[in-house]
């Protein structure tokens, strides 16, 4: 009796090593945060994105690792830290101390994003950032390797890489029209909106465009939040712009697209305008939009053979678009083939694997570089122009860039008026 | 060891006649206590950084207690010494290699610059036109920190800062052990009699300089004292973040400072730390709400201050003590005589 005794307690003392020493064999899901600002759309997008991989994921049975089969299980995680970053700070403590997640996903405002990068690392959590676009988070992997290689950025690119896709645009645009409608020397408005992000992008348009043999008119800044800019474009059409280089994130990224459409001014609208990459902007805008050209990141078009299928996926589930922090789905499917490759759930394993990543993901061709950011250029991730054409935004660019045309992709239309303006 | 027990009976005697005899100084003793003792039971991170924010946050409530509660100088930007304070430490540290306990009490005396700075034009003002004026200064200052990215980190802030200390408890006890005593000289300066200058100076300025009492220095002196606790608020902040960015002079952190204030009760120091540690894990608490969440919380202070217009912590003290109508010496609310001058106190 009491000899069996012993043996039950050594056969106890066993599995109680066992499930503290391998914590996989004691796991029997693998938990992913989501964080972002939930409560705001760039949150939603984390959330639905993750939520498609999550589903297509435990469909297929799991993740296999060590023989074992194990289902993805999504904590939400609202980060607020559009208005608070404390609250962000302990939203990301909050997932790893309580709900004990395994793997982090998400991130969207940079000040943000770095505290929150620093207390994955601490806690040696793989970090999949999808919104934060500084090139700062991707540097400290190269400053402090050991310390910040649990960091990988899916989407969107490098905000460096953006002011180049912003600039790619302007200069098809400007390319097509002085080919259409014979225009010797292009001139361009530049209008911005009062924010510090836009400033750099100003500057640098100031400097550029002459280099690039075009003229710059004028530059205006209205309010993000304006609700009219009649002014402004009443001046940009005295100037004789032929294009206007818009960088909006904000609301009157819409007052600016619907006044543009109604006033008819004739010069085409081409850059960044965030409202414009919304499925809201042809109704919010009452089609006036029409004709607006945006960076983008999913539009219905062929980049890789995932891309339309989860395009259409995403649009049918959340009946609108995915937005570019739905590149959680991406980064998730990345992360569970690198815990597969590696066959554990420890990060030092799983980083090596995730470091080798080479997929097509809806999003492109991903590999990642020595800073741990996703490749941007030709056969790789490439980012997408986009443009409102009658009640559609469908993608322009890459048409003929280096070789690469997507699927589906359409011609740049000028905007009729313009032509009109401008046919000799 | 005759005069050790002297002044262990004495101790014991000024213990049970001083804190003993009130509900509320016990039960700040208490809270005292609880705050040392609670890493003894449990060190789980989030708890623990959840109550280091909070000691942060309570530092910076009770200092804008002391200039705009006590002093009656209505500041709307107090957010401006807290981010003063976050650069000042956060670049000494960066560039200059400073540890955390130089950084922060240097860092603060940049914020007591900037609080003569913000003071001497503000002399003249008062109420309304006071609280605008220095509502504009941390806006006006985020502007310079965007205007000098080389300098401030721009939009990011600066990151990189050295860790307050290498473990959450003890940064939990550099924070509360901080909060203990600071929220202690606070208490003390305001019962000192340049505290109740800063009282007379509120209640009726013109008279307290036909007393021939010089209140602009005051005023001034209010100004720098309250930047030198938010700055020490702004430093810790900087070290435990490990950043200093634009949102730590974000006009909403200026009112938030307000609402904790205003919650717990002003003009008292305390009121104002128990309404940070009231508010703060509340809304921590509140995330099992998440769609809700801030709703829920605007509710309970609106509530909260609809039944109690003076605040939280002096209705609950009014409750549970009553101040003697011929001494004014405040006694526990059972007691049917003065524990002082032995008036009848129903």
């Not at chain 2, 509360?176 to 100076?201: E, N, P, Q, R």
């Amino acid at each position: 009796m009491k000899k069996a005794t012993v043996v039950w307690a050594i056969l106890l003392a066993i599995f109680f090593v066992m499930g503290v020493g391998f914590p996989v064999w004691g796991a029997d899901e693998i938990k992913i945060g989501v964080i972002g600002p939930m409560q705001f759309t760039q949150g939603e997008g984390h959330w639905n994105g993750a939520t498609l991989a999550a589903e297509e994921i435990n469909a297929k049975g799991g993740v296999q690792v060590e023989n074992a089969w194990l289902p993805i299980k999504l904590v939400k995680v609202d980060s607020n830290e559009f208005l608070s970053i404390p609250d962000a700070t302990n939203a990301i403590e909050l997932a790893i101390s309580r709900h004990d997640v395994d793997f982090l996903v998400g991130g969207f405002r940079t000040e943000a994003v770095l505290v929150m990068q620093d207390i994955a690392m601490d806690n040696k959590k793989i970090f999949m950032g999808c919104g934060a676009a500084h090139p700062k988070l991707c540097e400290r992997v190269k400053e402090d390797y050991d310390t910040y290689k649990y960091w990988f950025r899916i989407t969107p690119i490098n905000s460096r890489y953006l002011v180049k896709v912003d600039f790619i645009l302007l200069g098809m645009v400007a390319k097509i029209m002085a080919q259409q409608l014979n225009i010797p020397k292009v001139k361009v408005a530049i209008v911005a909106e009062k924010a510090v992000w836009a400033d750099p992008i100003v500057g640098i348009a100031q400097k550029n465009l002459p280099k690039m043999g075009m003229e710059v008119v004028g530059v205006w800044r209205p309010s993000p939040v304006a609700t009219d800019v009649t002014a402004e474009l009443s001046a940009m059409q005295r100037s004789g712009a032929h294009i206007i280089f818009t960088t909006f994130s904000s609301s009157v990224g819409i007052t600016f697209a619907k006044q543009w459409g109604e006033l008819k001014v004739p010069a085409a609208a081409v850059g960044i305008n965030v409202e414009a990459q919304k499925d809201g902007f042809w109704a919010a805008t009452g089609g006036k939009g029409n004709y607006t050209l945006t960076i983008n990141t999913y539009a219905r078009v062929k980049i890789t053979d995932t891309t339309i299928p989860f395009y259409d996926k995403y649009k049918k589930r959340f009946k609108e678009a995915p937005n570019y922090t739905a590149g959680t789905y991406d980064a998730i499917h990345m992360l569970v083939d690198a815990i597969e490759r590696a066959d554990s759930l420890d990060p030092d394993k799983v980083v090596p694997e995730l470091e080798k990543t080479d997929k097509m993901d809806t999003a492109g061709h991903f590999v990642f570089d020595e800073t741990h950011d996703v490749k941007w250029g030709p056969g790789f991730v490439t980012a997408l122009g986009t443009q409102w054409q009658d009640g559609k935004n469908v993608c322009v660019w890459p048409l003929n860039w280096k070789g690469i045309t997507y699927e589906g992709a359409v011609p740049y239309v000028v905007p009729p008026w313009v032509v009109e303006a401008y046919k000799k | 060891m005759g005069l050790l027990g002297f002044y262990l009976r004495k101790a014991y005697t000024l213990f049970k006649n001083q804190i003993l005899v009130l509900p509320s100084r016990t039960a700040v003793l208490l809270f005292a206590l609880a705050l040392v003792c609670l890493p003894l039971f449990t060190r789980d991170p989030y708890l623990l950084r959840i109550l280091i924010f909070t000691a942060i946050f309570a530092i910076l409530a009770a200092s804008w207690d002391l200039l705009s509660g006590f002093t009656g100088q209505m500041n709307f930007g107090h957010a401006l010494f807290f981010g003063v304070g976050a650069y000042c430490t956060a670049l000494l540290n960066l560039r200059l290699d400073f540890p955390p306990w130089i950084s922060i009490p240097i860092g603060a005396l940049g914020a007591v610059l900037t609080g003569l700075i913000v003071g001497i034009p503000c002399l003249r003002l008062r109420g309304t036109y006071l609280a605008l004026t220095t509502l504009a200064f941390p806006i006006i200052l985020m502007g310079v920190v965007f205007a000098i990215p080389d300098i401030t980190g721009g939009e990011l802030g600066i990151s990189g800062i050295q860790r307050l200390s290498h473990s959450r408890v003890t940064d939990y006890y550099i924070t509360t052990g901080l909060l203990l005593i600071l929220g202690f000289v606070m208490w003390k300066i305001t019962d000192s009699k340049t505290g109740i200058l800063f009282h007379a100076i509120r209640e009726d300025e013109v008279a307290v300089r036909a007393s021939g009492i010089n209140t602009t220095r005051y005023k001034l002196y209010a100004f720098c004292l309250s930047g030198f606790f938010a700055g020490i608020a702004g430093g810790l902040y900087a070290h435990i973040m490990r950043t200093a960015g634009p949102s730590t002079l974000e006009v909403a952190l200026s009112f938030q400072i307000v609402i904790w204030a205003v919650f717990g009760g002003i003009v008292s120091i305390y009121g104002p730390v128990a309404g940070v540690f009231i508010l703060y894990p509340l809304l921590e608490f509140l995330r099992i709400l998440p769609k809700v969440r801030m709703l829920v919380f605007a509710f309970i202070v609106l509530l909260t201050l609809l039944y109690m217009p003076e605040g939280l912590i002096p209705w609950i003290r009014d409750h549970i003590e009553k101040e003697c109508p011929r001494c004014k010496i405040r006694n526990v609310a059972f007691r049917k005589e003065c524990r002082v001058c032995t008036a009848r106190l129903d």
